[in-house]
């Protein structure tokens, strides 16, 4: 199994709306199963589709603490369908945007519906970090980064910051 590369800030692919999964079979769950791999690789807890490239709606999750064997999560075409009205703040991260942490304030605890790798419509309803991590995945999927919850100077900073150090990872233009 090999990992896929992750997308970086500003990459306008993260700004796109995932589309909806129209079939789960085994194409989907090998992907599914590279996304993971390329979670646990990178490290982290949490990756959308359209973070590797691919703009469909599927996410992974996984919240296991290290010393924990893993407990994979995979959620196709969810959807919030209820939200609380108490609202808790996350110290948040994310993959697309390395090294680059902010509290966010989301609802406390959510209700979704989603497909599972059987392709078997369920519903969770979740509260602490798993409600907080399906909300920031899902605003994946609609092209919603974390940094869009904070202020907009903060945001405008992290964005400059991203922007500068993509032109240093580009290859040198040859010019003559
Ligand atoms: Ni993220």
Redesign the pocket.
């Known amino acids: 199994m090999s990992t896929l590369p992750i997308i970086l800030l500003p990459d306008p692919v993260l700004r796109e709306v995932s589309i909806p999964v129209e079939r789960v079979d085994d194409e989907l769950r090998r992907f599914a199963d590279a996304m993971l791999e390329t979670m646990y690789d990178a490290p982290g807890i949490?990756l959308?589709a359209i973070?590797v490239g691919q703009p469909r709606r599927i996410l992974v999750i996984d919240l296991s603490k290290e010393d924990e064997p893993n407990a994979p999560q995979v959620f196709i075409n969810p959807e919030i369908v209820k939200c609380s009205d108490d609202v808790s703040q996350y110290e948040e991260g994310?993959?697309?945007?390395p090294d680059y942490y902010a509290d966010v304030e989301r609802p406390a605890s959510i209700t979704a519906t989603y497909l599972d790798l059987d392709g078997t419509q369920r519903e969770m309803t979740a509260d602490g970090l798993l409600a907080t991590c399906l909300q920031?995945?899902i605003d994946?999927l609609n092209g919603v980064?974390?940094i869009d919850h904070i202020s907009r100077l903060k945001r405008e900073m992290v964005v400059k910051k991203f922007r500068k150090l993509a032109k240093e990872r580009a290859p040198t233009r040859m010019v003559g």
């Open positions: 949490g959308a973070q994310c993959l697309s945007i920031h995945e994946h980064l974390f």
